[in-house]
């Protein structure tokens, strides 16, 4: 069974920094492209940007480009999203999501953290 | 890169058919048959219902049904049910790489 799990919620202060975690399993990590997509309070999704895992090579969303960084260790079959310093306007919620065999859609989603922040 | 262009809202009574309509560019949506849509639950993630198109995955209702036309591209869900009731997001490739979301469409039903 495929599954992307993803790191618990997290509260944290302006200007902190922060990486948050997406763990798939039941499949070949390193075959599949993971993508990150935003949702803030009462709001729309925002596709952030993507990721291979067998090279890492990484697509970034104009909006998103430069404000966050996405990676992956295929080695533990793990992707991270990660801030340098957040703003508060960076509170909401993040989901991972696998795309299908012959990509452009996203049929595995992860469950989503909670990013808030918050002085 | 621009939000493609959903309804905010759309209702209709159990039994009937609605179509949401999703707004894209010739950059996007008119370029390449890579529409796909997404319903989502309250406090949920979201679940994909059609791919390329007008493809339907494995065990979701042939209920819904997907098509395009031009830069606009349109989810159909026939026979409305009360467990419809939910927001629905179209995406689309956008090239290079990069895939825009639509704005969201909250269904009710009535």
């Known amino acids: 069974e495929v599954q992307l799990v993803q790191s618990g919620?997290?509260?944290?202060?302006?200007?902190e920094s922060l990486k948050i975690s997406c763990k798939g399993s039941g499949y070949?990590?390193?075959n599949y492209w993971i993508g990150w997509v935003r949702q803030m309070p009462g709001k729309g999704l925002e596709w952030m940007g993507?990721?291979?895992p067998g090279d890492s090579h990484t697509t970034y969303s104009p909006s998103f480009q430069g404000q966050v960084t996405i990676s992956a260790d295929k080695?533990?079959?793990?992707?991270?999203?990660?801030?340098?310093?957040l703003k508060a306007s960076d509170t909401a919620m993040y989901y991972c999501a696998r795309q299908g065999l012959s990509g452009s859609y996203f049929v595995y989603w992860g469950q989503g953290t909670l990013v808030t922040v918050s002085s | 890169q621009s939000a493609l262009t959903q309804p905010a809202s759309v209702s209709g009574s159990p039994g009937q058919s609605i179509t949401i309509s999703c707004t894209g560019t010739s950059s996007d949506v008119g370029s390449y048959n890579l529409v796909s849509w997404y319903q989502q639950h309250p406090g949920k993630a979201p679940k994909l219902m059609i791919y390329e198109g007008s493809e339907r995955p494995s065990g979701v209702s042939n209920r819904f049904s997907g098509s395009k036309s031009g830069n606009t591209?349109?989810?159909?869900?026939?026979g409305l049910q009360a467990e419809d009731e939910a927001d629905y997001y179209c995406c689309s490739y956008a090239g290079s790489g990069t895939y825009v979301f639509g704005g969201?469409?909250?269904v009710t039903v009535l």
Not at chain 1, 9 to 15: D, I, M, Q
Not at chain 1, 75 to 85: D, G, K, P, R, V
């Open chain 1, 75 to 85: 080695s533990i079959s793990t992707t991270y999203l990660q801030w340098s310093s």
């Open chain 1, 50 to 52: 993507i990721i291979y």
């Open chain 1, 9 to 15: 919620a997290e509260v944290k202060k302006p200007g």
């Open chain 2, 73 to 78: 591209a349109s989810l159909t869900i026939s």
């Open chain 2, 104 to 106: 969201g469409t909250k």
């Open chain 1, 28 to 30: 070949s990590f390193t």
